[in-house]
């Protein structure tokens, strides 16, 4: 299996504060890239992109993968081999974990299901089935041509949730890791994680494409006019009418990712003046 390194270059790992405490003067020198320190040419992009005026930061779960579609299957295969009772008791585990750490863990679910049946050797199979899941079948339509697409108006990076096991694995296996080069960036909270990611990608101007209007208002809220918010109305959260009342729009709101494509992204940089 390839070797994944969340955080390559050997660099020394950056003391993260909450982005909340940011003032203005400082985002707009992270923005422009003063004071900051560059990725190498291969895990940038430099060279392939004029100063990188545009990042698109991209979204994994129910964005670019129907996630929905996972947790169905899932779902099934749990009825299947232990039964509904026990389904519906590593479901519960798995919402009591996402509750707690604000992701979606999958194997730390079975690891507590375990706990509690030591015996049963089924539990084998069961992490084979999540580890070994061909989640590129379950990528939405042209998300992979959408990539490619964004990839000639600017550099394009996974920016994902999740735990470092599972989700990596779902990135590459899904081919989003190599569709972008390998410029996948998980965190436990992204949107805490700017500075970050700002320092890691310097840009111009950022665009962020997210099924979840919380993330989209947060990084909004942070970045203000640096950021272009694109939110694809896939999956239960982007289709829950309680999520979309609490918070603001997006400035772009699609049906699907694959309208991307035909969107005028060139209108994008100009009006945002870069």
Same mark, same amino acid.
């Given at each position: 299996?390839?070797?994944?390194?969340?955080?390559?270059?050997?660099?020394?790992?950056?003391?993260?504060?909450?982005?909340?405490?940011?003032?203005?003067?400082?985002?707009?020198? %992270?923005?422009?890239?003063?004071?900051?320190?560059?990725?190498?040419?291969?895990?940038?992009?430099?060279?392939?992109?004029?100063?990188?005026?545009?990042?698109?930061?991209?979204?994994?779960?129910?964005?670019?993968?129907?996630?929905?579609?996972?947790?169905?299957? &899932?779902?099934?295969? %749990?009825?299947?081999?232990?039964?509904?009772?026990?389904?519906?008791?590593?479901?519960?585990?798995?919402?009591?974990?996402?509750?707690?750490?604000?992701?979606?863990?999958?194997?730390?679910?079975?690891?507590?299901?375990?706990?509690?049946?030591?015996?049963?050797?089924?539990?084998?199979?069961?992490?084979?089935?999540?580890?070994?899941? +061909?989640?590129?079948?379950?990528?939405? +339509?042209?998300?992979?041509?959408?990539?490619?697409?964004?990839?000639?108006?600017?550099?394009?990076?996974?920016?994902?949730?999740?735990?470092?096991?599972?989700?990596?694995?779902?990135?590459?296996?899904?081919?989003?890791?190599?569709?972008?080069?390998?410029?996948?960036?998980?965190?436990?909270?992204?949107?805490?994680?700017?500075?970050?990611?700002?320092?890691?990608?310097?840009?111009? *101007?950022?665009?962020?494409?997210?099924?979840?209007?919380?993330? &989209?208002?947060?990084?909004?809220?942070?970045?203000?006019?640096?950021?272009?918010?694109?939110?694809?109305?896939?999956? *239960?959260?982007? %289709?829950?009418?309680?999520?979309?009342?609490?918070? +603001?729009?997006?400035?772009?709101?699609?049906?699907?990712?694959?309208?991307?494509?035909?969107?005028? %992204? +060139?209108?994008?940089?100009?009006?945002? *003046?870069?």
């Amino acid at each position: 299996m390839k070797k994944i390194n969340l955080v390559s270059d050997n660099k020394p790992a950056l003391p993260i504060r909450d982005a909340s405490t940011w003032d203005a003067p400082e985002i707009q020198r %992270l923005s422009s890239g003063r004071g900051s320190w560059h990725n190498s040419t291969k895990d940038s992009g430099a060279g392939k992109h004029s100063s990188d005026k545009v990042v698109f930061l991209l979204d994994v779960d129910n964005t670019l993968l129907n996630n929905d579609a996972i947790e169905v299957n &899932l779902k099934q295969h %749990l009825t299947q081999e232990f039964g509904a009772e026990n389904r519906d008791r590593y479901w519960s585990l798995l919402e009591e974990l996402r509750t707690e750490l604000g992701y979606a863990d999958y194997l730390g679910a079975l690891q507590r299901y375990r706990l509690q049946d030591l015996s049963d050797p089924r539990l084998l199979q069961m992490s084979s089935f999540l580890v070994d899941y +061909p989640f590129a079948d379950r990528l939405y +339509p042209s998300a992979l041509g959408v990539i490619q697409h964004l990839d000639s108006w600017g550099l394009t990076v996974i920016l994902s949730d999740g735990d470092v096991v599972f989700q990596p694995r779902k990135v590459q296996r899904s081919g989003l890791w190599d569709a972008v080069d390998g410029r996948v960036l998980i965190y436990i909270h992204k949107e805490k994680m700017l500075e970050y990611v700002m320092r890691r990608y310097p840009a111009q *101007h950022y665009v962020m494409v997210d099924d979840k209007l919380s993330i &989209l208002a947060a990084m909004k809220g942070i970045l203000g006019d640096r950021l272009t918010s694109v939110f694809p109305r896939q999956g *239960h959260y982007a %289709l829950d009418p309680h999520n979309n009342n609490a918070y +603001p729009p997006a400035d772009i709101t699609i049906a699907a990712i694959g309208d991307l494509i035909n969107y005028d %992204l +060139p209108g994008i940089a100009a009006a945002q *003046h870069i």
